[in-house]
């Protein structure tokens, strides 16, 4: 029986397949290239590689949009003879790419840790558990999921930085900032190109409110994660435009989205940045043009297909489509929503829980209903970590809010909210300007401006 790096036996008769494989797995870990070229090699050089379809799926469900999920169970069915005579693990593996690929995402993360119990450096079933863990908002499992498989794992193991990336990230979600900032330091230092280590310690100092160094860090490691086939640059250059934001140089701002999502974007990640960023600069008052229009465009043309399938992106889309003042679309939107919101699967419950009241909001301040969308927000704020995301995605959500009120002459209650950025990032510049704004005399009149 052959082995991968790591040690685990793998169903295969031709081992010349495992260095793609083994290249299809670095790809993954650190974000550049297409990882599933590779996996194509390998096999083409052995059909009855097991592990190399069981992977491929599973790396398919990590993009997360309903085409790809399809994808996945294509890629099943064809290596299913391959599967029937694999290795337990092998067969596991792609029993929870099953599950995730069929709607069931909680049940496919919870087969993908029973693997864990096993095989504590699946680098396979541990990195896709984290990234589903991302798209379920299970702050927890980010970090402790890797807690748990840590022990096992030593600097001569292969992706050993890689995991330590992965729990620079989940200790973030967990607020544990200075012990997040620590292990992501030492896994872009052992690694040299953990983009996804990089992208914990933005996140830590977004949250603390440390906007200098913030911008500095990502200038210092631009070699790590800018690259056009990394396929994090679009989020970091995301969480620079967020500090240039912080500052209220919404000009740089621009600069980075017209540079970054200014072209055709056909990823939902990609749009998902891209969305926030304007609406965050559309509440901020700032000039975003007529630039909300092509990302309309993208998310419209997906609709039909992508809509209902991941409450998160359709809030999202509800933001652009209403932005851009897209009113039959969003009335098909609301439909696809209020179907998925009753089906038995992990997003039939995002969407009854969060998703569809967020999309409401999101239309309701773009109709100037901000005492509709204050509500609509309030309701969901405090439980929206059930959509997915990370803090500070979902701190849009809060930012909407404080400017809702503060439209809505609710000046003590967005001024309660904007509380939290005084207190949690006392150096922040937002922070101080939307106390100003929440005051309650102030007037404020249509939206994406104050006076």
């Not at 469900?61 to 694999?86: P, W």
């Not at 969305?275 to 997906?302: C, H, N, S, Y």
């Not at 679309?329 to 009241?357: C, F, K, P, W, Y």
Request: proline share 3%; net charge negative; hydrophobic share 45%.
């Amino acid at each position: 029986m052959h082995q991968d790096a790591r040690g685990h036996a793998v169903t295969l008769s031709n081992p010349a397949a495992l260095d793609p494989y083994e290249s299809a797995l670095y790809a993954f870990n650190t974000y550049r290239g297409d990882p599933l070229k590779p996996l194509d090699e390998a096999i083409a050089l052995d059909d009855g590689f097991a592990a190399a379809y069981a992977t491929k799926a599973l790396l398919l469900c990590t993009i997360f949009e309903r085409r790809f999920m399809r994808d996945a169970l294509a890629v099943l069915e064809q290596g299913r003879r391959a599967l029937d005579s694999a290795t337990p693990r092998e067969r596991a593996l792609a029993g929870a790419a099953r599950a995730i690929a069929g709607g069931e995402w909680h049940a496919g993360v919870r087969a993908l840790e029973r693997v864990l119990v096993d095989y504590p450096r699946d680098i396979v079933a541990l990195q896709v558990a984290h990234v589903m863990d991302f798209f379920r908002g299970d702050s927890l499992n980010l970090r402790n999921r890797v807690s748990r498989v840590l022990p096992a794992w030593t600097e001569a193991i292969p992706g050993c930085a890689y995991v330590l990336g992965m729990h620079a990230f989940g200790l973030e979600e967990c607020n544990q900032y200075p012990e997040a900032e620590r292990v992501g330091r030492l896994a872009v230092e052992t690694s040299g190109d953990d983009c996804w280590a990089v992208h914990a310690v933005a996140h830590v100092m977004e949250m603390q409110g440390r906007i200098g160094e913030g911008l500095e860090w990502l200038e210092s490691t631009r070699e790590v994660w800018a690259g056009e086939d990394n396929g994090f640059a679009y989020h970091n250059a995301w969480h620079m435009a967020l500090y240039h934001m912080d500052r209220a140089e919404y000009a740089a701002a621009l600069g980075i989205y017209d540079a970054r999502f200014g072209g055709p974007l056909e990823m939902a990640l990609a749009r998902i940045d891209a969305t926030a960023l304007l609406w965050r600069l559309k509440v901020e008052g700032a000039d975003i043009g007529k630039r909300f229009a092509p990302i309309a465009d993208g998310w419209q043309r997906m609709l039909a297909d992508e809509g209902g399938f991941y409450a998160f992106n359709d809030f999202h889309a509800a933001m652009a489509l209403a932005a851009d003042g897209r009113r039959d679309a969003l009335a098909h939107l609301q439909q696809l929503l209020i179907q998925a919101s009753v089906r038995a699967n992990t997003n039939g419950d995002m969407t009854r829980h969060v998703g569809l009241e967020a999309c409401e909001a999101a239309i309701a301040y773009c109709e100037g209903r901000y005492d509709e969308a204050v509500d609509k927000l309030l309701a969901v704020r405090d439980g929206a970590a059930r959509f997915g995301g990370s803090h500070a995605q979902r701190d849009l959500l809060t930012l909407t809010l404080i400017d809702s009120a503060a439209r809505a002459g609710r000046g003590r209650l967005s001024r309660h909210y904007a509380n939290e950025h005084l207190v949690h990032k006392p150096a922040s510049a937002w922070g101080n300007r939307l106390a100003r704004r929440s005051a309650p005399e102030a007037r404020l009149v249509a939206a994406g401006g104050a006076t």
